[in-house]
């Protein structure tokens, strides 16, 4: 389970000191920002959206390695998938991250591949706000939400 762990950590620093998709998305027809006031971390998330599929997705801010790390990761699974996949995995990701039941946690990760790595997050519930800002952010672009998202 220790070299699980580390393997964990190794994919979260690396999309924290190398995040993909970082930066301004010219041309979105999405977006929406996001702000966990506990902790300080702000991301504004952008998408590119045609023919009902994500055409591609981008983000912007500053945070912890968990929140930045989760942003990454995010915005590539999400790429070519339709607003009722990328709810469908939102919901996955939460109920992943939010509930008591381990083997829950398991269960609605294990589909979502390397996002999985974010299942230790759920032993630190003052993290897991981290690790789903990005996502409630997605989720309020999808919406053309016009307020900032807040985890508080």
């Known amino acids: ?3 699980l762990r ?7 620093l690396d999309h924290y000191k190398q995040p993909r998709n970082f ?11 996001g702000h966990n006031p506990l902790c ?5 998330v952008s998408l590119t959206v045609a023919d009902g599929k994500v055409v591609d997705a981008h983000f912007e801010g500053s945070g912890c390695a968990i929140s930045m790390a989760s942003a990454s990761l995010m915005t590539e699974a999400v790429k070519g998938r339709s607003e009722a996949e990328i709810r469908a995995m ?7 991250l939010t509930t008591s039941d381990e083997m829950a946690a398991m269960d609605a990760l294990e589909p979502l591949e390397k996002l999985a ?26 919406d053309h939400a016009t307020k900032p998202v807040k985890t508080e």
Do not use: N
């Open 1 to 3: 389970m220790s070299e």
């Open 6 to 12: 580390d393997l964990y950590q190794e994919v979260i």
């Open 23 to 33: 930066g301004a998305l010219d041309g979105a027809s999405h977006h929406a920002d």
């Open 40 to 44: 300080g971390d702000a991301v504004t």
């Open 90 to 96: 939102f919901e996955r990701f939460h109920v992943g």
């Open 117 to 142: 790595v974010f299942g230790g997050v759920r032993e630190y519930p003052v993290r897991v706000k981290c690790a789903t800002l990005p996502w409630h952010t997605l989720i309020a672009a999808l």
